[in-house]
């Protein structure tokens, strides 16, 4: 992909304050594939001390939708029309990766999916999957 | 509803740090309905300064899970297992209100709704809709 | 609505092979409001001899996309990109009923729900709830 | 997996008289892995002769569920509780080709996903992506 590409999709991370706020960053951008990482923040979590589910589907719907920009032509935005979360095991560990990537891309719908991990010491486990659809715009 | 039952779901509230995060609060709880609202507060933005959708979901699954627990029997517990969100427009304005029911009740599943709307002055307006499936938890 | 807008409805309606395998009729066209009903035929059951979901599933996406075909201009198509369905209790009885319903109109997608209904002499029971995105296609 | 299990799915399928009615077969069975067949009959097309929606959810749906079945306890069933479809092409061809895999197991619920397939000649066209709920019922 372009450096253009990649820096476009890096500028509109940085202006989602709501990823700064979750100490979100964006660790990995190629062409269909984007991954976002979030450690577990004493403020980000549910009533058991886990990964709050808001926490994990915005950071699998942040890295869905810019895998969906990362294939779209220059200039264009996305946004989610609709995303469904399965939410598979406890987000339980040190931080949270979401890797996005393109099903099916689209002049006007692209398809994503995007699976989140928690990590704790070297180890993964499988906490989401999210599938959904979004919306390209053309620059006005 | 009981007001044991009641003062549970706050406490479960209250425990979750993220909604303290997000500057929510429980403005409404009887049996099926339960009402949350948030503030779109600086820290939970997207990259055009509506409400991130982060915070959309996370209010809206929480209103549908506490709609879910305040039809179990006393010290259950319920876990999103899924749930899928239609954004429907732009979270543009002061405050966003999640109204979460229950659709389907039951022992070992729940199937509930909540519809999200963005209000600025006296207007609201349907920003999104979920539906998804609570688990149940009884007490160990 | 047009009476063109109907005809046009109930011409696609009818070229739908499926629907005609299923026993089903297209029982309401309103804007917006669309009703099919099917038989559970002896062909159409899952093995405990109830309505199979492809039956409910079928209907319901139908009455979700005409519902949605009602309010497009004439001579557009839509597509079903994606339908959700939460099977809510057995298709027990002798007929189902689909209605859908538009929740979000709009040019490039409309947002759309259909709910089941078993009925058996006079009683509906509601079997599913289907929500879902359909993509208007204008006519070439 | 045990013969008993294979066994049972395969009496399981044969019940359902939906499948017979949609010229469906079971072409695979294995621990977790469960692939149906069906041709694109004269009376299971949509109104421009490609697969009917109704068609694609139904074998998607049903080897999505033999694939949950395939990992339970012997003498269990599994009801579908939701799923997603995800339509991604124009089912256009001889046939459509359903897998079902195990995305989560569970006891109290089985998360499953399917990719359904239109072959001509010998190419397959993925058509469709499903993702969804079983729920195991032990036997009584």
């Given amino acids: 992909m ?6 476009t999709i890096k500028a509109s991370f940085q202006a989602q304050s709501m990823m700064e706020t979750l100490g ?8 269909g ?16 001390g ?15 939708g810019y895998a969906a920009l990362s294939v779209m032509p220059p200039d264009h ?8 979360i399965h939410l598979l ?3 339980r560990g040190e931080v949270l990766i979401a890797r996005g990537q393109v099903i099916k891309p689209g002049r006007r719908l692209v398809i994503v999916q995007a699976d989140v991990y928690a990590r704790t010491d070297a180890k993964e486990v499988h906490v989401a999957m999210l599938t959904g659809t979004m919306v390209p715009l053309a620059p006005k």
Same sequence: chains 1, 2, 3, 4.
């Fill in 2 to 7: 372009s450096d253009h590409r990649a820096e």
């Fill in 24 to 31: 979100a960053c964006l660790t990995h951008v190629s062409e």
């Fill in 33 to 48: 594939i984007v991954e976002i990482q979030a450690p577990i923040l004493p403020g980000s979590q549910q009533q058991h």
């Fill in 50 to 64: 886990f990964a709050h589910a808001g926490l994990t589907f915005a950071i699998g719907d942040s890295a869905a």
């Fill in 77 to 84: 935005e996305v946004l989610t029309s609709e995303m469904k």
């Fill in 89 to 91: 095991a406890p987000g």
